[in-house]
């Protein structure tokens, strides 16, 4: 503990609040809410923690505290300081996983589609459904069964759907508010567990058709019941009530926590939610925080019912999700519960071993990576390489590993302005300049560790920028590469040495994946720019053909190779007038020539 950090500790009031960690660049790491703020933070900085509380401890070198009135109030803030912040050390749930919902539209003239998007608008919205089969299916029922329009634009005339009866045709006659009033109402029952209701009268009406003879009435009758016994009645009953609900378990082992949502929808079972992250306090109060951020989501509606453990404080949750939550004391609903708790614990389980794989290739990596080269965890890595051929077509690439994963959204390129056509040191000694100088100036994250993929003059170019023009004390290092272009050795220090490293250690493995993935990005980025240049070379010179049209060229035929293969008629029919044509066949035959 900094002395900072204990000044701070010794005055920290004994009120509910918000506590926010920061690093030594002064990013806030972590966000958390307590009902004693000096109990908490303080706990913090004594005692001993697992190894992922350590890591977060060890980057802690400042923290920011809030009072607030009530411990719910707390929890509120928090997610709000969590949404805005986005701490790496707190649960996110940051899955792009996205169920379909039914939606009927809040138009004038509404129509029913499929969504994965939640908006608050005016229409309303049913679901989730486990998958897109599943809602189209239900749909395509719907659309036989109740008349709403089904075009996205009203045409100028009734379609087929108005003849066979699915369609009111409002594109050609005003529909009364009360029809579509009564139509939504009866969709809502339907979809809300009164399809039971709909069957009975479609019975009833078959029989009167059969009665009367009018067996194709009839069969139609027939086909639209045996539609909803397939669509509706494929899964099995969970609760015979009818009622949605969001029924939450969680298990918790080894400092993480694995949460299990069933949503029950109609009374059935139709999908499951699981989430696993890394916890650093209480469960009770990461489930709360969870409950929270997973409905702040736009596509996790809220359902009449939340079912959840008895540790929950029932209280806290149901004023911060200002709906009904139950924990339930015996029976079917207890049952549901408790199935979710087991799944969550099997899930853990089984994911576990999975999880410690993970951190000892990602965190675990660098770690060992920061106590072989004697400085702190470099948490954050930029990499650089430089690519040409024969110096045309000169650029570099920067990525960014942060906890040993390559984190993409910080990737830079650059084409070397400056530098000379066969200067590397010269390239690098730009580029380095370039990216941390915009660092200074826009106040980014600085890195822990630059790794540049290359031998001892690019090391030094870079060290030349980094400390003697910069003023900056980041440590460099070099990843040498055998004959085979393997990754071989690190170098760093002052003088440069070879860091000893394992070939089977986890930091060596790090390294292997931050210097392919640097190639990678620089290679791919500069057959991007020799592709440029030998496409607009093949077609540059040629009178009346600029690049727009060069454009609309290379769309047109794919390739110059098709493009020198066509025939004048053909080149005509791309949109080219046939002055140009001739011109392009003219210019092919020259190059051709002057190539033998």
């Known amino acids: 503990m900094n002395e900072l950090i204990q000044q701070k500790c010794a005055i920290l009031p004994d009120q509910p609040g918000c506590y926010l960690m920061k690093d030594r660049q002064g990013t806030i790491i972590y966000v958390g809410k307590a009902k004693v703020l000096k109990n908490r933070v303080r706990s913090y ?40 912040h986005d701490p790496k050390y707190n649960i996110m749930l940051k899955d792009d996983k996205t169920y379909p919902y039914i939606k009927i539209t809040g138009e004038k003239n509404p129509k029913l589609i499929i969504t994965r998007q939640v908006k608050k608008d005016k229409g309303k919205y049913f679901g989730p459904y486990p998958n897109s089969h599943s809602a189209h299916e239900t749909k395509k029922l719907l659309d036989r069964l109740y008349p709403l329009r089904k075009c996205q634009k009203l045409p100028s005339q009734v379609c087929l759907y108005y003849h066979i009866g699915q369609c009111l045709a409002p594109c050609v006659k005003e529909i009364d508010e009360p029809t579509y009033t009564e139509i939504i109402h009866e969709i809502s029952s339907f979809l809300n567990g009164g399809h039971g209701k709909v069957k009975k009268e479609l019975t009833e009406k078959m029989n009167a058709a059969a009665e009367q003879l009018e067996f194709e009435r009839a069969k139609e009758y027939r086909d639209q019941i045996a539609h909803i016994d397939q669509v509706m009645e494929k899964q099995k009953m969970t609760m015979n009530d009818f009622t949605n609900r969001d029924i939450f378990g ?8 694995c949460v299990q949502v069933f949503f029950v929808r109609q009374g059935k ?9 890394p916890m650093y306090r209480d469960p009770e109060e990461e489930f709360l925080t969870f409950l929270g951020q997973f409905y702040a989501k736009p596509e996790h509606i809220k359902p009449k019912e939340i079912f959840v453990p008895n540790t929950t404080d029932l209280d806290l949750a149901s004023e911060l999700l200002q709906m009904k939550v139950i924990i339930p004391q015996k029976g079917a609903k207890k049952n549901l519960v408790d199935l979710a708790q087991k799944n969550a614990s099997i899930a853990l389980k089984e994911k576990f071993h999975l999880i410690e794989r993970q951190e000892e290739r990602t965190v675990g990596a660098v770690e060992e990576l920061g106590q072989l080269m004697g400085i702190s965890m470099p948490s954050r890595i930029e990499a650089f390489d430089n690519s040409h051929i024969h110096g045309t077509d000169a650029v570099s690439a920067m990525v960014v590993f942060v906890d040993g994963r390559a984190y993409k959204k910080d990737y830079r390129k650059y084409k070397t302005r400056t530098a000379a056509k066969h200067d590397d040191y010269g390239a690098m000694r ?26 001892k003059g690019q090391i030094e170019a870079a060290r030349e920028i980094i400390e003697d023009e910069l003023g900056l004390d980041i440590p460099i290092a070099g990843l040498a590469k055998d004959t085979k272009h393997q990754t071989s050795s690190l170098l760093y220090g002052d003088p440069l040495m070879i860091i000893p490293m394992k070939r089977t250690s986890e930091a060596f493995y790090l390294l292997q994946r931050i210097q392919d993935e640097v190639h990678r990005f620089a290679i791919t980025f500069h057959r991007q720019q020799r592709g440029k240049h030998t496409i607009a070379s093949s ?14 060229l290379l769309k047109h035929f794919g390739s110059v190779k098709r493009m020198q293969a066509a025939s004048r008629e053909e080149l005509i029919e791309s949109g080219l007038p046939s002055k140009l044509a001739d011109n392009l066949i003219a210019h092919f035959r020259k190059n051709l020539l002057s190539s033998e």
Not at 60 to 65: A, G, L, P, R
Not at 434 to 455: F, S
């Open 539 to 552: 077609l540059d010179g040629i009178e009346g053909i600029g690049p727009k049209r060069k454009k609309l």
């Open 430 to 455: 730009e580029v380095v300049r370039r990216r941390y100088t915009r660092v200074l100036k826009e106040r980014l994250p600085l890195p822990d560790l630059i790794i540049i993929d290359g031998g």
């Open 45 to 84: 900085f004594t005692g001993s923690h697992d190894g992922k509380t350590q890591r977060l401890v060890q980057e802690i070198v400042d923290f920011e505290y809030i009072v607030t009135s009530s411990e719910l109030e707390a929890l509120i803030l928090e997610l709000h300081l969590i949404k805005k």
């Open 269 to 277: 079972l139709i999908e499951r939610d699981v989430s696993l992250f």
């Open 250 to 257: 969680y298990s918790v082992d080894k400092g993480w926590m």
